[in-house]
């Protein structure tokens, strides 16, 4: 990533996230107005945004890291890789451009801008998929980064593309998304009642991925280690 300054990074994150909502609510907003067929609906909602963060990471990427979500950016702070005042920009920035999404979706369809959603989205078996698909998507970026690092964009893609079939919660995985989510009472909608549950689940599949990719990708320090007791 090339040294841009602050403000251009805050605009990148703003700007993403922006996209990347206005893609989820208004893929949803048109996919559930062309069929009534809810897994029609659902894969018409999927490959845009798995498309989009493709697109999104590659040209922003190099910016700001592309980060767009709250949990990932918890990630990098807790790894010293960004300081805690540029991880609040980088977090305030992600939900400004998330509900900005939101209001940019709304227009383009001509709905209310401001529309609390009614879909229930509750329980533990959803808090526990939140959990399984945060943990998984910062897994896929560590992994990403340490061994393949230019095919990020599509691995990100392919895998929120898959975690919306194979979650019971469709995969937010996003705490910023999940409160602009919040929004828009349409088919990508979610309580706002419902939110502290889902953004819980989403830190602590963080946070537990963090934890255990770290040791997971590490085999120099156990190497290290040994080599120290021999000498010893």
């Known amino acids: 990533m090339q040294n841009f300054d602050l403000t251009r990074r805050l605009a990148a994150e703003a700007l993403g996230t922006m996209f990347l909502v206005a893609t989820v609510v208004g893929s949803g907003i048109?996919?559930?107005?062309?069929?009534?067929?809810?897994?029609?609906?659902?894969?018409g909602?999927?490959?845009?945004?798995?498309?989009?963060?493709?697109?999104?990471?590659?040209?922003?990427?190099p910016i700001s890291g592309a980060h767009f979500?709250?949990?990932?950016?918890?990630?990098?702070?807790?790894?010293?890789?960004?300081?805690?005042?540029?991880?609040?920009?980088?977090?305030?920035a992600q939900i400004a451009g998330g509900i900005a999404g939101?209001?940019?979706?709304?227009?383009?369809?001509?709905?209310?801008?401001?529309?609390?959603?009614?879909?229930?989205?509750?329980?533990?078996?959803?808090?526990?998929?939140?959990?399984?698909?945060?943990?998984?998507?910062?897994?896929?970026?560590l992994a990403?980064?340490?061994?393949?690092?230019?095919?990020?964009p599509w691995l990100v893609g392919l895998y929120i593309t898959a975690a919306y079939w194979f979650t019971s919660s469709t995969s937010f995985a996003n705490p910023a998304v999940a409160i602009a989510r919040s929004l828009t009472n349409t088919f990508a909608g979610i309580r706002p009642v419902d939110l502290p549950g889902f953004i819980a689940a989403e830190l602590v599949g963080a946070a537990a991925a963090l934890w255990l990719m770290d040791w997971l990708l590490s085999p120099e320090r156990r190497e290290a280690s040994a080599t120290k007791e021999v000498r010893t």
């Not at 909602?45 to 990427?61: F, K, Q, R, S």
């Not at 009614?118 to 329980?123: D, T």
């Not at 698909?133 to 896929?140: E, S």
């Open 144 to 152: 990403g980064l340490k061994f393949n690092r230019p095919a990020i």
């Open 69 to 92: 979500n709250p949990a990932v950016t918890m990630i990098f702070a807790l790894k010293r890789e960004l300081a805690p005042g540029e991880a609040l920009g980088y977090v305030l």
């Open 30 to 43: 048109m996919a559930e107005s062309l069929t009534k067929d809810v897994a029609l609906a659902l894969l």
């Open 102 to 141: 939101t209001l940019v979706a709304h227009a383009m369809f001509a709905l209310p801008l401001w529309e609390a959603s009614l879909k229930v989205r509750s329980g533990g078996p959803q808090w526990l998929a939140e959990g399984i698909a945060a943990f998984g998507l910062i897994a896929t970026i």
């Open 45 to 61: 909602n999927t490959l845009p945004t798995g498309a989009i963060l493709m697109v999104l990471i590659t040209i922003l990427g």
